[in-house]
Each structure stands twice: as structure tokens, then as C-alpha cells.
T-cell receptor, first 112, second 113 residues
Framework: GQNIDQPTEMTATEGAIVQINCTYQ??????LFWYQQHAGEAPTFLSY????GLEEKGRFSSFLSRSKGYSYLLLKELQMKDSASYLC?????????????FGKGTKLSVTP | GAGVSQSPSNKVTEKGKDVELRCDPI?????LYWYRQSLGQGLEFLIY????????KSGLPSDRFSAERTGGSVSTLTIQRTQQEDSAVYLC???????????FGPGTRLTVL
């Protein structure tokens, strides 16, 4: 099974940098996803990490440490449109390796 | 471009009624997933289909829930004898192959009165 923890809410200022953390305890691990979900909309894919280290994609970066069961999503040069929920999801390595287990999401509010 | 589509977008029903929710995955995607998202909760995995293989139903919360996928494409999630606790947004996702990046549909918001 999987247990995934992330902060419930965060607030940051437009133009700033924010880091959203995700910790997980799993019986198996085969990758970690980050999704963005605006209110009332479907989640959209942001990043996928399976190896340790930092993956950078424009203003967004995602980091993974498998030994620590830890990931973070880093958002730079925050824009008002970045106000959304950010979902951390872990893919199991077991027989159910197709399954994603999602955290409850972190609601980010960007203020002027 | 053609993404994952779901219908209806909203469904209000009375307790005890049956409902059917539909999902059209992205053309060519072999894997299809159903999730449920309740207010303040994370996405809860319900069921997945891969090609013509038997679906994994391990996430279905009760035997009132069932799903089928016809011709390896369109899927229908059926909830029988709906209860108020079934109220949630039901999200469908598809991926090119099993376990890869999942593309989500807009969801069906189900309200059971």
C-alpha cells in the first residue's frame, strides 16, 4: 500500500518561488507524478520522476529522493494562473504497477 | 485536439436510482482508468482496463459499482442503487500504454439527493 502526504494549503506572492513537498511510504515504488488541477477542471500532467534528482521543465521543476521517500515541486516566477491544486501521485512497482495512488493535493493560492 | 471526453458533465439523481457514466478515451490509448474525487479528498482509484484483458476491479468500493469497456474504447461506469455517499466527481483517464502518463477527462459531477 501507499501513504502520501503533502501540505493542504500554501500561499505565495506573484513573481516568487514556491516549493511543494510530498512524502510517501510505499510497499513498492516505480515513479512519482505531479499533476496540476484548477478548480472544477481535470488534472493535467506536470512531471514524472523515476530516478533521483531534479527534472526541470520551464518554470516548473520536480525533485525526487527515493531513499528518503521525498519529492518536491518547485514553481518559479509565480503567476496568478498558477493558483491551483497540485497533486502528488506514486506508481506502485508491484503487480498493480499501473495504479497511481494520489495524495490529497496542495491548494496553492498566488496573491498579487 | 481530441482529448478524453466524459458525459454527462453533471448528474443529479435520487437515492436508490441507477446511473451510468460514460468515458471516451483518446483514440489509440489502450489503458483506461476510473477515479473518484470527493470534496477535500484525493483521487481514489476505482478500476482500470488494459486492451482486451479482464479489468482490475480491486478499487471498486462495493458491488453496486461496475464498469465495462466495449471494443477496447468507450467505457461505462454504472452505479446501482445510488447512495448519498456516492456523490463525487468521477474522473476517467487514458494512457497510451499501461502505467504511462494519464490524460484525464473533465469528469462527471454526481449528486445523489
Amino acid at each position: 500500500g501507499q501513504n502520501i502526504d503533502q501540505p493542504t494549503e500554501m500561499t505565495a506572492t506573484e513573481g516568487a518561488i514556491v516549493q511543494i513537498n510530498c512524502t510517501y511510504q510505499t510497499s513498492g515504488f516505480n515513479g512519482l507524478f505531479w499533476y496540476q488541477q484548477h478548480a472544477g477542471e481535470a488534472p493535467t500532467f506536470l512531471s514524472y520522476n523515476v530516478l533521483d534528482g531534479l527534472e526541470e521543465k520551464g518554470r516548473f521543476s520536480s525533485f525526487l529522493s527515493r531513499s528518503k521517500g521525498y519529492s518536491y515541486l518547485l514553481l518559479k516566477e509565480l503567476q496568478m494562473k498558477d493558483s491551483a491544486s497540485y497533486l502528488c501521485a506514486v506508481k506502485d512497482s508491484g503487480a498493480g504497477s499501473y495504479q497511481l495512488t494520489f495524495g490529497k493535493g496542495t491548494k496553492l493560492s498566488v496573491t498579487p | 485536439g481530441a482529448g478524453v471526453s466524459q458525459s454527462p458533465s453533471n448528474k443529479v439523481t435520487e437515492k436508490g436510482k441507477d446511473v451510468e457514466l460514460r468515458c471516451d478515451p483518446i483514440s489509440g490509448h489502450t489503458a483506461l482508468y476510473w477515479y473518484r474525487q470527493s470534496l477535500g479528498q484525493g483521487l481514489e482509484f476505482l478500476i482500470y482496463f488494459q486492451g482486451n484483458s479482464a479489468p482490475d476491479k480491486s478499487g471498486l468500493p462495493s458491488d453496486r459499482f461496475s464498469a465495462e469497456r466495449t471494443g477496447g474504447s468507450v467505457s461505462t461506469l454504472t452505479i446501482q442503487r445510488t447512495q448519498q455517499e456516492d456523490s463525487a466527481v468521477y474522473l476517467c483517464a487514458s494512457s497510451l500504454v499501461l502505467g504511462n502518463e494519464q490524460f484525464f477527462g473533465p469528469g462527471t459531477r454526481l449528486t445523489v439527493l
